[in-house]
């Protein structure tokens, strides 16, 4: 699967669009940044619902490829322009993050 | 590289946000310096939550970050209060993070145990009431 068929679902919004052709290697659901600093995969999409500047910085030296941020949660204008310059999509959903994840998980498959 | 480089960062003990910083710049050198993606992930990971700790229990530090052709070493001192129970910190879950810090994600207790678990060697020292010096070991 490749970032560019997460950007066109119709339950994301797209704040930061990072490189279309990435390739994704999986989806990885988690809010404490403890936690996803050891467990994020690189070049995976993460779901979460904790959207400060901190989320960016994990995402970034995890390699994630995609932050979706779940349950409408919003990412400051700061971080979203230190997301772009680092190439890391962000999506924001109103969806609860298991239903985004599935929604996500199901895109791949087709 | 024949010659060994070292990169030295102050880490400001206020500002939570900035955490991650020079993790962040360690990792783009690394990646020039051509370092595989693996060493660098686990460099990257090791350091910031390091940074974090500093941030969060030693009012800042500094780290230094040294590369030789067969490992990178990070050395992060504070003289923050102290580890009073070296063996309890290093336990995942077991955290003595404030309620803020735990409402931005983090204070899992996790910090020591990934600093370990993605390290080829870490070596503690830390004094009561003086600070604490860290050094981390990936091997190339």
């Known amino acids: ?110 | 590289m024949s010659e060994q480089l070292t990169f030295t960062y102050t880490i400001d003990g206020n500002d939570f946000t900035r955490a991650g910083e020079a993790s962040s710049s360690v990792k783009n050198k690394l990646k020039m310096l051509g370092v595989g993606s693996d060493a660098i992930r686990k460099v990257a990971i090791a350091m910031y939550e390091g940074e974090i700790n500093m941030v969060i229990h030693a009012d800042g530090g500094v780290i230094t970050v040294s590369v030789s052709d067969n490992d990178i070493t990070m050395v992060l001192a504070d003289k923050g209060p102290g580890i009073p129970d070296i063996s309890k910190a290093m336990q995942e879950g077991y955290s003595t993070a404030r309620e803020e810090v735990r409402s931005l994600g983090f204070g899992a207790g996790m910090g020591l145990p990934n600093m370990k678990r993605f390290t080829d060697e870490m070596h503690i020292d830390t004094e009561l009431g003086k600070g604490t010096t860290i050094t981390m070991k990936v091997h190339l």
Not at chain 1, 26 to 51: E, H, N, Q, Y
Not at chain 1, 55 to 67: E, G, K, P, R, Y
Not at chain 1, 82 to 106: H, N, R, W
């Open chain 1, 1 to 110: 699967m490749k970032l560019k068929d997460i950007l066109v679902l119709p339950e994301c919004r797209v704040l930061s669009q990072g490189n279309p052709e990435r390739e994704i290697s999986r989806i990885f659901c988690c809010d404490l940044l403890s936690i996803a600093m050891g467990k994020a995969p690189s070049d995976g999409v993460w779901v979460t619902v904790m959207g400060n500047r901190n989320t960016l910085a994990v995402a970034s030296l995890t390699d994630t490829a995609c932050i979706v941020l779940a349950e409408g949660v919003a990412l400051d204008e700061d971080t979203l322009s230190k997301a772009a310059e680092e190439g890391i999509a962000v999506l924001s959903t109103e969806q609860p993050a298991f239903d985004i994840a599935l929604k996500i998980y199901q895109a791949g498959l087709s």
